[in-house]
């Protein structure tokens, strides 16, 4: 006779069906559902919080080390980082829902020729970033305000980290992937294991060999270096230790180029990326808002900014949930099933994202005083880490729902929405800051602003069902050889 598990597993196991049960009665998401969205989901959180973790500790090593100007220049550098990566994250979005419709109808191959397509495109893409930001990094910074120490510190690191962009575009259509066929656990295995690493090259480089700036960015680039060369092993077709191994598989042999495909590809990411690129260029203005208001603005913007990117870690999670299991129902066509999946993961991200928020606003104090110490930094600090858990409760809300939208290949409308909450609401909202005694509350205002006005938009689009149709035309049972 089989052992019967531990008493704690076994308490465990009771909380979890007894939370299962209460998210089902309360009309939150079907029992049967909040397993499926789970398992593709919490691979993708955690890989999110790593992520966004490994930043954070490249900071607050830097400002142990060299103090504020080092903190400067890497805040300087890491918005060119963001735009760039930004880039990348939207072509991967076009390759997740393709990939998701293609493996969810059964055709293995024609979603391995768009991830072959995605690698095509994002050399193409990567390229010319990487040399201009080597090439240009000094006049680069200086032009968002970097100066004396601040300027050279944000020089060294986006040359030394440059040429990782080119990995970490490959990392991010990998990872997208394997999240298509329903694989987040793999993905998450390999790149949390790299912010592991990027944490200990860090401290080791900059704390025990006192090699500063140059230290983290050595550390980041061979840590996303590890992490290519991991993931390629799976991508070409091979396992680790008897799983990983993609049933997509780029293979050198069969066509490279598919026209009709490469399309199909850049019309579903190129609103993507527009979008993401907008949103990463938001940053620029806030920045020089913020330093016209003083460095301790500028620092707390910055805080407030690194504790939203750790509350997006659940959208990590909830929006590739969405678009995998959207895009499988869909490819299957299932319409009524997909939209119920979508809902489902809308309304418990909302939940999540509340209970998350609230957590952070209670102790925004403790959360300011890990990276500054003067009680007027600390106090300019724990108010954008309130504005930023607050911004977080929409912003996770509409990754799902953007997360659902972009599994039916309709990426438009999230597009213009984000133009519109960026650039018609919360750039003037920030410029007020500077321009009117309305001072640093038109600052939070922006945060807000940029942040709800396209989960409204988004939320219309998807209860106005217009993006199924959208959906039909990027079938696999419109592609039939």
Known sequence: MPSSPPTGIRKLRIAADALAGLLHRSGIIDRGRLGETLGLAWPRILTGFAIM???TVDLAVIGMVLGAPGVAGLAFAFAYWQVAKFLSIGLAGGTVSLVAQNYGGGRLDRAAAVVKQSLLVAALLVTPIVLGFMVFAEPLIALVGGEGDALRFGVIYLVVTAPALAFEFFNIIASRTYAGVGDTFTPMVVRAGGAVLNAVLT???????GMGVLGAGIGTAV?????AATLAWGMTGRSYFGRGASPVPVRR???????????????????LMARRVAEGIIVFPLLWVAASLGSITVAA??????????????????????STMVGKRLGAGEEELASAYARDVI????????????????????????FVD?????????????????AAIPMGVDGSVTGSLRGGGDTQWPFFASLVGLYVFALPAALLASLTPL????????????RIVPAVLNGYRFRSRRWLAVSRRYRPSHHRP
């Open 223 to 227: 840590s996303i270096a590890a992490v």
């Open 347 to 370: 309304r418990l991200s909302a939940v999540v994202y509340i209970l998350s928020s609230a957590a952070v606003v209670l102790t925004a104090g403790p959360i300011a005083r890990v």
């Open 253 to 271: 042999s069969g066509p490279w180029v598919d026209g009709p495909l490469v399309r199909d590809l850049l019309r579903i990411s190129m609103p």
């Open 374 to 390: 003067e009680p007027a930094a600390v106090a300019a600090t724990a108010a954008f880490v309130v504005v930023a858990a607050l």
């Open 53 to 55: 973790s490994k930043n």
């Open 439 to 450: 001072g640093v509350a038109g600052l939070y205002a922006a945060l807000l602003l940029e």
């Open 203 to 209: 401290v080791v480089l900059v704390m025990g060999a």
């Open 301 to 322: 913007l910055e805080v407030g900014r690194r504790v939203a990117a750790l509350l997006g870690s659940f959208s990590w999670g909830f929006s590739i949930a969405a």
